[in-house]
C-alpha cells in the first residue's frame, strides 16, 4: 500500500491514521536529513511514545522530550560506547552457544521464540547483570510483564480496571512483581558496593549533571527501558537475517565460510541488508511542535513526520537492484547516513545500535559455526505486523542439523 502511495503521490504523502493528526509520511534522504537535524524543541519523539508510560515508567529516555530527553541520554550512553562491546561478546557468545545447543535436529522450529529467548537472557546479563537464579526468576517475571503489557499498551479499552483477573490488573500485579526484583537488586548492588561489567553497575556509579546520583525509580525506569527497546527488535532482526540466509544459498555459504575463520565483515553487510529489506520497524516518528516545511508541504504544527524506513531502503537512486537481497553491496560501498535509517536518527539515534549491531554479528556466528540451516519452506515469509514491529509471518521457520 505504501508503495503504491508513493507511486501515486511522490516522496510526501499525508495519511490519516489514528492516533495520528495527520502523519505525514517522507521518504526522500534530502527530507529526512531535515527532519532528523532539526531542532530537538520542534521535533519531540518522545510525545508519540507516551503510549509505553506505563510499563518504562516517566524517567525513560524513550518518553522524554528537550532538555530531559538529553540529560538522561547523556547519562546512558558510555555504557553502549561501541569500544565497551568487546566486554560482552564472551556472554554473547556463550549463551548463544547455549540456545542453539537445545535446538531440535532435523525437526522445523521457529526462530524468533528462540532469538527471544535468547536475546533477554542476554540483557539480563549483560545489562541488568544478573545470573543463575535470580536471572530464571527475572526472566520470568518479565516475558509475563511484557506478554501482558504489550497488549494493554496497545488497547485502550483494556487500560480500565475491569476487576480481579483483568488485564489491567495482571498488568499491575506483573509489573509490580518486576520492580520489587528490581529495586531488590538495586538496594543489594548499593548496599554491598558489588559491582561487574554490566549496563547497571555503570549507571549505579553515574552522577547527573548536578552530581546526583540515580534514584531506584530512576534505575528501574532505564533498566525496562533498555529491555523493551532492546529485546524484541533485535531477536526479530535476528530472526529476519535467518529466513533471509536460508533462502540465499550463496550468501549463507559466504557467510559460514567466514564465521568458521573468525571474520565478521561479511556477515555485517549480511545483517545490514536483512535491515534494510526487512526492517523491523518500519517508521521513524516525530511530532512537530511547530509547522515546518517538509518536501515542499507546509506541515501544521501537531502532524506527525512518519520517516519511512521501508521506501527510503528501496529507492532506486541509492540502491541498485533495491528489491534483490545482496549483501555484497555494503562491501562495495558504505551507505550514506540518510539512505541506511533502521536505527533511525539524530539526537534521537538508537542508543543500542552499537550493542545491537555486536550481538547479532556474535549470535549469527555461533549459528553458522554449529548448525547447517535450511527453510522447510522454500517461500518467502510475509510480513506480519505485532504492535510496531513487524516479524516473519511464520516465526522465522528454520530446519537445523549439527555440523
Ligand atoms: C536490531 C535491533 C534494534 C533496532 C532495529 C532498533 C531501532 C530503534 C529505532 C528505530 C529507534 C528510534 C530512533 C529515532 O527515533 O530516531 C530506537 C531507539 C532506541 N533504542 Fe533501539 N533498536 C534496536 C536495538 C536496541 C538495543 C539492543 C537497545 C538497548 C539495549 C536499544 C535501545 C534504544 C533506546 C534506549 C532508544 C531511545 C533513544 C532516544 O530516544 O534517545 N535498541 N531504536
Known sequence: ???????????????????FDPLVVISHPDDVKRVFTGDPAQLHAGEGNQVLGPIVGPHSVLVLDER??????????????GARMRVYGDVMRELAEAEVASWPAGEPFPALPAMQRLTLRIILRTVFGVDGARMAELEQALVRLTKVGTRV???????????????????????????????????RRRASGERGDDVLS???????????????????????????????????????????????????????????????????????????????????????????????????????????????????????????????RFLEAKPETYAW???????????????????????????????????PDPRPEPRRRRGITFVPGRGAQLVAQPL
Not at 157 to 177: I, K, M, V
Not at 354 to 374: C, D, G, K, N, Y
Request: net charge neutral; hydrophobic share 40%; with cysteine.
Open 68 to 81: 530531559p530527553h538529553l540529560r538522561t541520554r547523556k547519562l546512558l550512553l558510555p555504557p553502549f560506547h
Open 202 to 328: 555503570m549507571l549505579l556509579d553515574a552522577r547527573g549533571e548536578d552530581g546526583s546520583e540515580p534514584t531506584e525509580g530512576e534505575l528501574r525506569d532505564h533498566l525496562i527501558t533498555l529491555l523493551i527497546a532492546g529485546h524484541e527488535t533485535t531477536a526479530t532482526q535476528l530472526s529476519w537475517t535467518l529466513e533471509r540466509l536460508v533462502r540465499h544459498p550463496d550468501v549463507l555459504a559466504r557467510a559460514r565460510a567466514e564465521a568458521l575463520e573468525g571474520g565478521h565483515e561479511y556477515i555485517d553487510a549480511v545483517v545490514k541488508e536483512a535491515q534494510r529489506l526487512r526492517p523491523v520497524l518500519t517508521y521513524v516518528m516525530r511530532t512537530l511542535k511547530a509547522p515546518m516545511t517538509v518536501g515542499g508541504h507546509e506541515v501544521p504544527e501537531g502532524a506527525t513526520i512518519g520517516t519511512s524506513i521501508t521506501l527510503i531502503h528501496r529507492r532506486p537512486e541509492l540502491y541498485d537492484e533495491p528489491l534483490r537481497f545482496r549483501p555484497e
Open 153 to 187: 499498551m496497545l488497547m485502550p479499552l483494556l487500560q480500565r480496571d475491569w476487576g480481579p483477573g483483568s488485564p489491567q490488573r495482571r498488568f499491575e500485579a506483573a509489573r509490580d512483581e518486576v520492580d520489587e526484583m528490581l529495586h531488590a537488586e538495586v538496594r
Open 341 to 375: 535509517i533502521p536505527f533511525g536518527g539524530g539526537v534521537r539515534r538508537c542508543l543500542g545500535a552499537p550493542f545491537a549491531t555486536f550481538e547479532m554479528r556474535h549470535v549469527l556466528s555461533v549459528i553458522l559455526t554449529r548448525r547447517a540451516i535450511t527453510a
Open 1 to 19: 500500500m505504501l508503495q503504491r502511495y508513493h507511486r501515486r503521490y511522490g516522496d510526501t504523502f499525508a495519511l490519516k491514521v489514528w492516533p
